[in-house]
């Protein structure tokens, strides 16, 4: 647990690394990541048609859906990039790459991330469309067009993932609203968050003052009270306010907070000056569709620490441009 608990903590300390942020870097990073999702996208439908599941090389169904909602927001800001310098053939590549990336998303059934693809994509729209990038009626295009490419994505979930499945038959009426089905909607998070209730109600209830300012520690679900979900599970995986706060407290979780207010605040107020700030803007979007996901998830995550350095060297470019350094 000792190991685990410096993994999570201190690797996230690369977000204070001072970096370089210069346009030639913001370039070979975002063509690095698009680069990586094209390459890996035949392995990963190899994988879902011959073993029934998308994987890459390292990871999971749930690292492909973060991958590659990334990968597909980050296509989308180059494609928009080349179209505004006129290279629109480069620019239909890249949209098209961004579809295709978008389609991976869909079939890898994780439902976090593509909440987190989102949010982020509808925020996305408004930045461009306030930074003056798109027209209004663009604008509403674009939103039309993200909403038949989801319903599109959520009629194939219902026909293929037994959650969806349950949801829509608890909608319809043919399957009742109960604690069962909610918990099988919801992967037992419905069960996991009551068993965290129930942790944090019993530290007041006893008055365990350092465990509500602290928390109970990394992964502590390996020796706290299941009473509703699995006795193996280490994390109480549900909302994240209530995972977070069992793990870390009340000051973790409101630094954790202060991380979700302060890079959506970084997001929302940039200013677009240039056609290149387009291209720099695609490197906020990992961290924001982690932060997004993490809702119904865990904030820490293996690639957390990448998600944040990709983040500063974002942030640093629009510094430096605001204060004349670029």
Known sequence: MISKAVEEGVFQLLYFFKVESSQDIIKKTTVLFIGIGTVLTPLVVYNFFTLGKTKPIWGGEFEVGQFYGMFSLMAFFSGLYFIKIKKKNFGILFFVLSILFFAILIIAHKRSPLLGFLVIS??????????????????WGLNVILFI????????????DHRFIILNEMVIGKKEINFHNLNRFSSARIGIGLDGINIIKTDIKEGNYLNLLIGHGVRSGAYLPHKHSPPNWERYE????????????????????????????????????DDFDILALGLFVPLLIHLVGSIFTFFWD??????LLLFKIGEMYFENKKSGGI
């Open 302 to 307: 293996a690639l957390l620490p990448l998600y």
């Open 122 to 139: 509808y925020l996305t729209f408004f930045i461009m469309y306030r930074n003056s990038l798109i027209s209004k009626g663009l604008f």
């Open 149 to 160: 490419f989801l319903a599109t994505g959520y009629v194939y979930l219902s026909k293929t």
């Open 238 to 273: 549900s909302i994240f306010i209530i995972s977070e706060f069992i793990e870390k407290g009340l000051i973790g979780l409101i630094a954790v907070l202060s991380i979700f207010y302060l890079a959506f605040k970084t997001f929302l107020t940039v200013r677009i000056r």
